[in-house]
């Protein structure tokens, strides 16, 4: 603020003041003028457009329910294991032997009338054994070998031999060459070493020996390597993958044999480690891997129990409690030792960490009213091997789906209401990898348009009943439609129970026995 020098000043700034609040009065009056015309024409001169009657009547149709019954009707189980056989005729692992799959659906795709389909790269970090220098584990006496792991999975069935197919490892692992002594610790929980801790069992410079479930593998290595652990033994005990009797077991029946070993990652976080929060396209910016404290420091290798129980029958120390015992035929001990003077574990791990490209093929079906509203299907592509069940079920359902799906909207009798999306991911064994970059690529569209979705990974893992995992908002839906679909089972039929909910009611239902 300042004092004007011009005598005149004052009285010019009232009449200022005054004029323009003459102009604000008269402009606001022509707006509401405006308005209210504006309403009088559209009420009482606008004629109906006979295409936006048509088109609202459209918008608010009832559900039709003879395309649900078509849709039903139209799906093949003989097309779905054809597409199984598909599916599964090569290992595929995420990487280049990935790509080809995700070609083969785009084309498929487009073959069987969706609108758009689309391959969207990621430029990620996978991780491979090496394939000229295998990884193994196994026990010494001195310099002598007593066990060793198998290099490779035995061939069981003719199925089986064919190129392509990676021993078992575990992703993002260090590479290593350590020896020492094993101590069991159980699922490798928080509570495993607790108890430990109380009975002054330390794992410090040791190996920890652990069996596989409970919690994530890549969680028991991180708690290991917290305590200076200085490698990590994974094994699947009998106790979980078997019914009790291990002479029953694959290829004679469904149970994992003594050869078999589980690979699965080890990555803490889901997505590309180098691109966290991120789309791993060509601009991202990328750590450096030696930066990067979520991937594993220490060794880590997967083995069947069939040398489990060997390394087990070696270990001294003082017999766990009951809980810590599985099914191998041997007395379960902490070990911290073994029982011959001079024996050590020994493992050799040279995994290593490799840049890929990886894909995801999504294809479209536009809605006919509200197309930028999607409702999402998706399942993974890559398996660790040929992956007939995870995740090539759920895929080769899908496949059905789009099928059925496309043939209505090429026909001209069907197009959805709102648009739906067929997604199969990449890399989704190694840390949700394909899903999460895409995701993190699209974030803000899907915040606003992505109305549910529904991920088909396993479809099948018997006949005993169907199961589903969800949000609250999902559960109306997913009841709808199971009362809606034909039980295939005839001695359920014959019991009374007609429908797939009546047997998932039968099966599991709630405490009030009111509803599944």
Not at 358 to 368: F, K, L
Request: proline share 6%; net charge negative.
């Amino acid at each position: 603020m300042y004092e004007s020098m011009d005598p005149n000043s004052e009285k010019i700034f009232y009449k200022q003041k005054s004029a323009s609040r003459c102009r604000c009065f008269i402009l606001f009056g022509s707006a509401i003028a405006a308005f209210i015309i504006g309403i009088l024409i559209g009420r009482y001169v606008a004629c109906p457009d006979p295409k936006t009657e048509e088109r609202r009547e459209k918008y608010l149709r009832d559900e039709d329910t003879t395309i649900i019954e078509e849709l039903m009707n139209s799906i093949d189980s003989e097309n779905i294991r054809n597409n199984l056989k598909i599916l599964t005729e090569k290992p595929h692992l995420a990487g280049d032997n990935n790509t080809d799959l995700g070609r083969m659906l785009q084309t498929r795709w487009l073959q069987d009338g969706l609108d758009h389909v689309t391959m969207t790269p990621y430029h990620v970090l996978l991780s491979y054994p090496n394939m000229s220098d295998l990884n193994y584990v196994e026990l010494l006496d001195g310099n002598t070998t007593v066990y060793k792991s198998n290099l490779t999975e035995p061939i069981l069935t003719p199925e089986e031999d064919k190129p392509g197919v990676v021993p078992p490892f575990n992703a993002y692992s260090a590479p290593g060459d350590i020896h020492g002594d094993l101590v069991y610790v159980n699922y490798a929980r928080l509570e495993d070493f607790e108890l430990l801790k109380s009975m002054n069992i330390s794992v410090e410079g040791k190996i920890v020996f652990a069996r596989y479930g409970k919690n994530y593998r890549g969680d028991k290595v991180h708690m290991a390597e917290q305590r200076k652990a200085i490698g990590v033994i994974l094994f699947s005990d009998p106790a979980d993958i078997t019914n009790g009797d291990t002479s029953d077991v694959y290829p004679h029946d469904w149970w994992l044999p003594p050869s078999g070993a589980q690979r699965g990652t080890l990555l803490i976080g889901d997505g590309d480690p180098l691109s966290a929060d991120y789309p791993a396209i060509s601009s991202a910016y990328r750590a450096k891997v030696d930066q990067l404290y979520w991937l594993p420091s220490i060794p880590c290798h997967p083995i069947g129990y069939g040398i489990a129980v060997k390394l087990m029958e070696q270990l001294n120390g003082t017999v766990v409690p009951p809980e810590w015992r599985g099914k191998m035929n041997v007395t379960y001990r902490f070990g911290d030792g073994f029982v011959k003077p001079g024996w050590r574990a020994h493992i050799y791990v040279t995994t290593r960490n490799k840049n890929a490209t990886i894909y995801n093929t999504v294809g479209i079906i536009r809605g006919e009213f509200e197309p930028d509203r999607y409702v999402i299907l998706g399942n993974h592509r890559d398996a660790w091997v040929f992956g007939a069940l995870d995740p090539s079920s759920g895929t080769a359902i899908m496949m059905e789906i789009v099928r059925v799906l496309g043939a209505m909207v090429k026909s001209g009798k069907w197009r959805p209401r709102r648009s739906i999306m067929f997604c199969s991911w990449g890399a989704e064994e190694y840390g949700l990898i394909g899903s999460t970059e895409w995701v993190e690529h699209y974030v803000k569209t899907l915040g606003f348009r992505a109305v549910a979705y529904l991920n088909v990974d396993i479809a099948v893992e018997g006949n005993f009943s169907f199961w589903a995992e969800g949000t609250p908002m999902l559960v109306n839906a997913v009841t709808m439609a199971t009362k809606k679909v034909p039980n295939p089972n005839s001695t359920e039929v014959a019991a009374g129970r007609k429908s797939v909910y009546d047997t998932w009611f039968n099966t599991f239902p709630d405490d009030a026995k009111s509803k599944p």
